[in-house]
């Protein structure tokens, strides 16, 4: 990736959720002087990452220790990577926040979350969410504007502008079990998930003990040539309902609900496994469970989670 960018200026223009840029409003997550944040111990950092044609290949993809991704506007998708055990040099391309974020989000104590804005109206929500909101305007020395693609596809974040170091595995409240692999299953070679307008394919590899990520039929690579490899792959059916909030076509924002219970398919081991979700509360993490009740273990390594819409 280029180095060749300049740092985004506090009070300098920044995505507005629309593939636009605007000039912060000052508020209490705008304002301040452009130095590192503090953060107390246990906070993940998350950060919504860029996912059409345009933005790839990402940068610090394959360190996350959980990507979420979920489907946007247009039918379209947006990842969320949460980070607990490393950070990388560098993350992005960055991009704006939905309102599904904060729900999801709530499982975590006090989770920084990094977005490059957000529609207005959706600001002063997330203002009252128990994050820490981390936009440019906020800590302008996070972030630059890169010189590998055109705006808005180009804002990266340096983690360690934010806080030095990771918060370590106890931060990941997520809920998720890791060990054996229950009985049963069926071998998968692999997996397709489609949204109106993106789709997902994992692949697996018996060589790399890892299911081979690819995005509308492209093989997902980091900008360093590495290829994105989970060890597991949960496709989770939830509730897809819309929102109060459109993008500036008048595509309506859809708001996935990740708190309640339904199925789940579990990919790991290159096998597919039935599963069963719980998230009584939004404080709580999400557990799954074998169809007859018994812990659904995920294998070590990165997790990807795929929302998808209940049939």
């Known amino acids: 990736m280029s180095v060749a960018a300049g740092c985004t200026g506090g009070r300098g223009p920044v995505d507005d959720g629309r593939g636009r840029l605007r000039t912060p409003v000052p508020s209490r997550t705008a304002t301040g002087p452009a130095t590192p944040s503090t953060t107390p111990t246990g906070s993940v950092l998350a950060v919504k990452i860029d996912n059409v044609r345009a933005a790839r290949p990402q940068t610090g993809l394959d360190s996350a220790d959980v990507v979420y991704a979920e489907q946007v506007e247009g039918g379209l998708s947006r990842l969320m990577a949460v980070y607990a055990t490393r950070f990388p040099d560098t993350v992005g391309p960055v991009r704006s926040a939905r309102e599904s974020d904060l729900e999801l989000l709530r499982q975590f104590d006090e989770p920084m979350l990094a977005f490059s804005g957000a529609q207005h ?159 009584e509360e939004a404080t709580d993490g999400t557990e799954f469970t074998t169809p007859n009740g018994r812990p659904m273990n995920f294998a070590q390594g990165q997790v990807w989670v795929v929302f998808v819409k209940s049939p």
């Open 121 to 279: 109206k959706l600001l002063p929500l997330i203002d009252q969410a128990p994050v820490r909101p981390e936009p440019p305007g906020k800590t302008s020395d996070a972030y630059f504007r890169g010189g590998d693609k055109a705006a808005p596809h180009n804002l990266y974040l340096r983690p360690n502008r934010l806080t030095p170091d990771p918060p370590g595995r106890a931060a990941l409240t997520t809920g998720f079990r890791y060990g054996d692999a229950p009985p049963g299953g069926r071998l998968e070679a692999s997996r397709t998930v489609r949204y109106p307008a993106a789709r997902f394919t994992f692949a697996w590899s018996e060589r790399q003990d890892r299911w081979l990520v690819s995005m509308d039929g492209t093989p997902t690579v980091t900008t360093t040539g590495k290829r994105v490899a989970p060890a597991t792959v949960v496709v989770q059916y939830v509730k897809v309902r819309r929102s109060s909030f459109h993008d500036f076509l008048g595509n309506n924002t859809p708001y996935t609900e990740t708190v309640g219970s339904g199925k789940a398919k579990v990919l790991r081991d290159g096998r597919s496994y039935d599963a069963e979700w719980s998230r």
